[in-house]
């Protein structure tokens, strides 16, 4: 598995593990019917910044395991080549694309609810769970651009 | 109008070449190895720059690397 999947495959776990605990706070909260901006504003504020501290530890993490693994197999201190190539740059310009079509239609579908008579906090709810879903989506299709080949 | 895609004699060339592996060729391009194999399987068609620094890895013409090529697809 290359370095960069590996820091995909991070990327993506730690999304997902954000997507689990923002989904089990906010579904009870849905259930009892008691949407209050403090709460929704304070778990909002806890999603965004624990995404930016996993994916920052997550990758220094990851460099360092990947450093530790390939001395232990090469049996040499010499430092893993974390080179980004042209390929990795194109596969990543288009996650990122697909990652902003799929927030852009989230943010449309959270703008109808609006329209249909729902909540200004039902619509930055689910404006806060697309941009997670559209980050797991932009981290899938690296995958499959990987795969394709670019 | 009849579909092209680019072809290469990657493999033929590090055959040639002493059996260069796929690292070596990565290293000396300034690439990763999975660059390299996505290139070989005709996944990936490389820039102008990058295909020039395959060639010169070779010591051989670009045209003797890359060729466009009417495609079996």
């Known amino acids: 598995m290359s370095t ?3 820091s995909i495959s991070v ?5 997902l ?3 689990g605990y923002y989904l089990f706070n906010l579904i ?3 259930q009892k019917g008691d949407l209050n901006s403090e709460d ?3 778990l909002a504020g806890i999603v965004i910044i ?3 501290v996993l994916n920052i530890l997550g990758n220094i993490l990851t460099n360092i395991v990947i450093n530790i693994v390939h001395a232990i197999q090469t049996q040499s201190d010499k430092e893993v080549r974390l080179i980004e190539d042209e390929r990795d740059k194109l596969i990543g310009l288009k996650g990122t694309q697909v990652s902003y079509v799929a927030f852009s239609l989230g943010v449309l579908i959270a703008m109808l609810t609006f329209v249909f008579g729902q909540p200004p906090l039902v619509m930055f709810s689910l404006i806060i769970l697309f941009s997670l879903i559209a980050e797991i989506i932009g ?3 690296q995958f499959y651009f990987d795969y394709k080949g670019a | 109008m009849e579909k092209r895609q680019v072809r290469n004699n990657i493999r033929k060339l590090r055959f ?4 260069m592996t796929q690292e070596q060729l990565a290293e000396i391009a300034g690439v990763t190895r999975q660059t390299i194999i996505a290139i070989e399987g005709g996944k990936y068609a490389p820039s102008l720059e990058l295909a020039f620094k395959i060639a010169l890895a070779f010591g051989v013409p670009i045209g003797e690397v890359f060729s466009y090529e009417v495609g079996d697809e």
């Open chain 1, 40 to 42: 929704i504003f304070r």
């Open chain 1, 28 to 30: 009870p909260m849905f």
């Open chain 1, 4 to 6: 960069r999947k590996i």
């Open chain 1, 11 to 15: 990327s993506l776990v730690s999304t």
């Open chain 1, 139 to 141: 981290d899938l299709s």
């Open chain 2, 16 to 19: 040639y070449h002493g059996e």
């Open chain 1, 50 to 52: 624990a995404s930016i």
């Open chain 1, 17 to 19: 593990l954000i997507l």
